[in-house]
């Protein structure tokens, strides 16, 4: 018997999760929380001119690099998608994304939307996310919440998150983080429901679709 609710099947292409959401809206909490129970989604390291913070690792968190080595991939067209979010660049490398989904596997990119909508340019069937706080103020409360920006940063950071708000109707599922529970449920619901999609499970179980349908 096959699981239906397991990871791709035999020669189908991985599904490209895309999940974009305001700094603040706890995006990258749901995320980890998500890929702890479907392993099998593999998070997309990405590249960024910012320093780390405290306790990001090169290549875990992030790809560090300085801005003339980013450049540098910008110009040999290394990357899939790349943007500018505050002072900082950030991209996804193309280097092993196609071969990745090509293998069957799912992958996650936790991105902002102008990345998300160069995305959807080049991949018709990415799978975009939505995170949405459940009010400004409560935005701002968790941003003020981290304690280590000034009222300056969180006033540009709430501007910015305003910002990528705006994009929200671009993208194919949305998903209210005001308890984290409930929404981290809504997102392991989605992951289900792509893998369900008919032309997918068809394959997956072609031979008992063909011995039902011939059978009579
Ligand atoms: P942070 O600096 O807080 O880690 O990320 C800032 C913003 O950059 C977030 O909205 C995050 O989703 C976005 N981001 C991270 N990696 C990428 C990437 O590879 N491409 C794009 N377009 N945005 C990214």
């Not at 899939?80 to 660049?89: I, K, L, Q, S, T």
């Not at 949305?174 to 929404?183: P, R, T």
Request: proline fraction near 3%; include cysteine.
């Amino acid at each position: 018997m096959t699981d239906s609710s397991a990871g791709s099947g035999a020669g189908d292409h991985g599904l490209l999760f895309v999940v974009s959401a305001p700094s603040g809206a706890g995006k990258t909490s749901l995320v980890k929380a998500l890929l702890e129970v479907e392993p099998s989604i593999q998070l997309s390291v990405s590249y960024t001119t910012r320093a780390p913070r405290e306790g990001e690792q090169d290549g875990v968190h992030y790809h560090f690099v300085d801005a003339a080595a980013f450049d540098r991939m910008v110009e040999a067209n290394a990357f899939v998608e790349y943007a500018r979010v505050f002072d900082n660049a950030y991209g996804t490398a193309a280097a092993t994304l196609r071969e990745e989904l090509d293998a069957g596997v799912d992958l996650l990119l936790e991105i902002d939307w102008q990345g998300a909508r160069q995305v959807r340019e080049r991949f018709a069937d990415a799978i975009g996310i939505f995170v949405a706080p459940p009010s400004l103020e409560a935005l701002e409360e968790r941003l003020r919440g981290r304690g280590k920006d000034s009222d300056d940063v969180i006033e540009r950071r709430m501007a910015q998150a305003w910002d990528e708000l705006s994009h929200h109707a671009e993208y194919d599922y949305l998903v209210i983080n005001d308890d984290f529970s409930v929404a981290l449920g809504e997102l392991r619901c989605i992951v289900a429901a792509e893998r369900l999609r008919e032309p997918r499970q068809a394959r997956r179980h072609a031979a008992t679709l063909a011995r039902m349908l011939n059978g009579r």
